[in-house]
């Protein structure tokens, strides 16, 4: 084994004592490469390669320290934006952070002295928004990302029409208020000084008067309440013997519209049924309890049994399987395949896909079989439409 060798001891060891920062006067930034002690880094610029790269940078300084400044920015604003958002941070504890990665750009190979005038720097150039306090600077990134300045768009929009609608419930209740007050004077109390005529005359109280009122004001009502129920009865006698009189709106008949309307439904409600499994159509298999081999597979099925069960012989493999309904699924073709309807008004006829709703989760067919052929059926939920085999 020998000396430069990968897996030498020494080779080892080196590697070993390079791990972590080492000290910075003992870096060289042009060359990208750290010394462990004074006398690494004097073997080091005494170095062929030194000079070489000091030659190269001699000729255009100014570029060599603009690349540095700039990898320094990017590498710092980005630790900031994905470490800590757009929190309000000290810039020293964001610096620490940086400078642990041992492959960082060192300061000192910057325009920027230190980290007070980078600091000044971002908060000019509007980079980040800077303050200073006794306990030093203070950062705190400003996102100009297209998409986050969207999504605050979105939530301020959103903040804005919510409280739009509770402007508009509350103008709505207080014209509501307004109108039940409409026409209704409230009656305000009169008070007028207490005053006796005669002076040699005695004040009486009768406890029992406002009893005796109470009832004659309840006689008094019920007489009003059986004159005013007479009225009314004989008003509805009147009316129903007018033949030219309107019906009252609770018993207003119903529209020619309405109860088609009715009906339509009525025929939908009766023509569903709670199975759907049709011979040959093909269905894709939902269940795992039959192993990963038969999962989301497609099959077709050759014989309905009870209703509720089906034989199914599977596409790929050709092995038969006896499922229930709720273990399988129909299958959706592409527009221009031959389907069947298997479940609603329509159930049994075979048509044409003509087009797929996938936001409705309905599909569009022309039966092409029976008395309705060349008939156009929108709206058919997935569940009640499959592929033909």
């Not at 979105?154 to 307004?178: G, H, N, P, S, Y």
């Not at 309905?304 to 229930?324: E, F, M, N, Q, T």
């Amino acid at each position: 084994m020998g000396k430069s060798d990968f897996l030498s001891p020494k080779a080892i060891a080196n590697r070993i004592k390079s791990k972590g920062l080492q000290k910075l006067r003992w870096y060289c930034q042009m060359c990208q490469k750290q010394c462990r002690d004074e006398n690494g880094f004097k073997c080091h610029c005494m170095s062929e390669s030194h000079q070489r790269q000091l030659l190269l940078a001699s000729e255009n300084p100014q570029q060599f320290m603009d690349y540095f400044s700039e990898e320094f920015r990017h590498d710092f604003l980005e630790l900031l934006r994905r470490r800590f958002g757009t929190k309000r941070v000290h810039n020293n504890i964001v610096y620490n952070e940086y400078i642990s990665h041992r492959e960082h750009i060192h300061m000192n190979a910057t325009q920027w002295e230190t980290l007070t005038d980078f600091t000044k720097w971002l908060g000019r150039e509007g980079l980040c928004k800077v303050d200073e306090t006794p306990k030093g600077w203070y950062i705190q990134y400003i996102d100009r990302d297209p998409e986050t300045i969207h999504r605050q768009q979105e939530q301020e929009r959103k903040k804005k029409q919510d409280l739009d609608d509770e402007e508009k419930t509350a103008k709505f209740i207080e014209q509501q208020v307004r109108r039940g007050l409409e026409g209704k004077q409230l009656e305000m109390p009169v008070y007028t000084e207490l005053s006796r005529e005669n002076e040699e005359e005695k004040v009486t109280f009768n406890l029992n008067k406002g009893a005796i009122t109470s009832e004659a004001a309840s006689s008094k009502t019920s007489t009003l309440g059986q004159n005013a129920l007479e009225m009314v009865e004989r008003a509805v006698k009147r009316k129903a013997a007018t033949p030219s009189s309107g019906q009252p709106k609770e018993k207003k008949k119903k529209s020619a519209l309405d109860e088609l309307m009715e009906l339509e439904l009525e025929k939908k409600r009766a023509s569903r049924r709670d199975y759907w499994l049709q011979p040959e159509i093909i269905v894709k298999i939902v269940t795992k309890k039959l192993g990963e081999q038969y999962y989301k597979k497609k099959a077709v099925i050759k014989e309905v049994i009870d209703k509720y069960a089906a034989v199914v012989r599977v596409i790929d493999s050709g092995h038969k399987l006896k499922l229930d309904q709720t273990h399988l699924e129909t299958v959706i073709p592409a527009p221009g395949k031959k389907v069947m309807v298997l479940n609603g008004e329509y159930r049994g006829n075979e048509g044409i896909l003509e087009s797929i709703k996938e936001k409705r989760f309905s599909v569009t067919i022309t039966i092409d079989s029976g008395p309705l052929k060349g008939c156009r059926v929108e709206d058919i939920q997935y569940e009640d439409v499959s592929k033909l085999a």
